[in-house]
């Protein structure tokens, strides 16, 4: 009996061992739990940063200069003017905030952008909507890099009035000139259209130069103009417009009291007539005129014919007759008067640099080199 007595109260040890074994497994359950959760937070909230990161960087390809615009943010006036330098915008997207930095690395060479400026991209993608665990208020961070050019090219201007389906001039007043009213650039032609299909009456004369060109075939001035007309109107090149007509109305008089805009207007109406003086770039799928005295600054593209009636004044460059370069297209038979852009009355389509510069100001823009993404660089 003796050895029976030596175990009395053994049952508490044990059962207090135990709970203290317990003990130290559910604590460890839980902090393996813990630090499972905190594991997974952090990995959603770098998914986030990477998917802000990214998005950051497609929307500053996009819309540089808009987002230049935005309080706080520097950018470059003419990235192919600049030997040093840098753009660097921050921005609101869903779920946080991005970072983009567009850094010179290479001037452009030459006048001709024969060798575009080079840059790097950085876009630091910040997730704000979760934090981690413990009191830690660190935002998950990751970034993406890509090299781009900049490039200048947006229209070779081969005369002030140049139409694939040739132009009748009525009457001898007016003016069409392809001296460059801004004194910057060479003289272009003052009329450009395809051999034998020019007509005019009352001895009317274009100046430029040369003052009126019909000596070369539609397809040779297709490679001249080089405008992918297809790639615009039924691609989408251009896009995205100021304005779509329809469904927008197009933009009134009010609009154009402020002259830092300069609008790319899309026209789906046949036989639109401009209803108001303005500037920027119109783009008409199919027939388009202007009459009266309204007055265009920049570019104008007409698919089909355009009609030019009263004393109305463009500056900057005309080019009609653009449906021709479709493909599947016949081209227009030699005197074929009925698809001719006519001008009729007093009217003045000058070439003009400067308007032709600040109408395309947005399609120059950065154009990613192929091969060149890279994902969670340093930051710098």
């Not at 006036?77 to 869903?94: E, I, K, L, M, N």
Request: charged share 15%.
């Amino acid at each position: 009996m003796q050895g029976f007595k030596n175990r009395l109260g053994f049952a508490l040890p044990l059962v207090v061992v135990f709970l203290v074994v317990l003990s130290f497994a559910l604590a460890a359950g839980l902090a393996a739990t813990a630090a499972e959760g905190t594991t997974m937070t952090a990995q959603k909230g770098q998914n986030r940063a990477y998917t802000v990161a990214e998005q950051g960087l497609q929307r500053f390809l996009i819309k540089r200069d808009s987002l230049c615009g935005l309080s706080g943010n520097t950018c470059l006036t003419d990235p192919s003017a600049v030997t040093s330098g840098q753009d660097s915008v921050t921005f609101a997207v869903r779920g946080g905030y991005a970072v983009v930095v567009a850094r010179l690395l290479r001037p452009q060479q030459g006048t001709k952008d024969t060798i575009p400026a080079l840059f790097y991209i950085r876009a630091r993608g910040v997730d704000s909507t979760a934090k981690l665990r413990g009191g830690d208020t660190t935002n998950s961070v990751r970034s993406v890099g890509l090299m781009v050019q900049w490039t200048t090219v947006t229209m070779n201007i081969t005369g002030a009035w140049t139409s694939l389906s040739g132009l009748d001039k009525q009457g001898s007043a007016g003016q069409i000139d392809g001296n460059d009213q801004c004194g910057r650039k060479p003289a272009v032609a003052g009329v450009m259209v395809p051999k034998g299909d020019y007509t005019s009456t009352g001895n009317f004369t274009p100046t430029g130069n040369p003052p009126l060109d019909t000596t070369k075939t539609l397809a040779q001035i297709e490679q001249l103009v080089t405008i992918d007309w297809n790639g615009i109107v039924n691609g989408n090149a251009l896009a995205p417009y100021d304005f779509e007509v329809p469904p927008q109305s197009f933009p009134g008089g009010a609009y154009f009291a402020d002259t830092t805009k300069w609008p790319i207007i899309r026209v789906h109406s046949n036989g639109f007539s401009l209803p108001n003086a303005g500037r920027g770039i119109i783009i008409a799928d199919s027939d388009f005129s202007i009459s009266g005295s309204n007055m265009w600054s920049g570019i104008i593209l007409v698919g089909g014919k355009l009609t030019s009636d009263g004393n109305n004044t463009t500056s900057g460059s005309t080019v009609s007759g653009l449906n021709y370069l479709l493909p599947g297209a016949t081209p227009p038979a030699q005197g074929l008067v009925t698809d001719d852009a006519t001008a009729n009355g007093t009217k003045t389509y000058v070439y003009n640099s400067c308007n032709i510069s600040k109408a395309t100001q947005r399609l120059k823009h950065y154009v990613a080199l192929p091969n060149t993404w890279v994902d969670d660089i340093p930051i710098w």
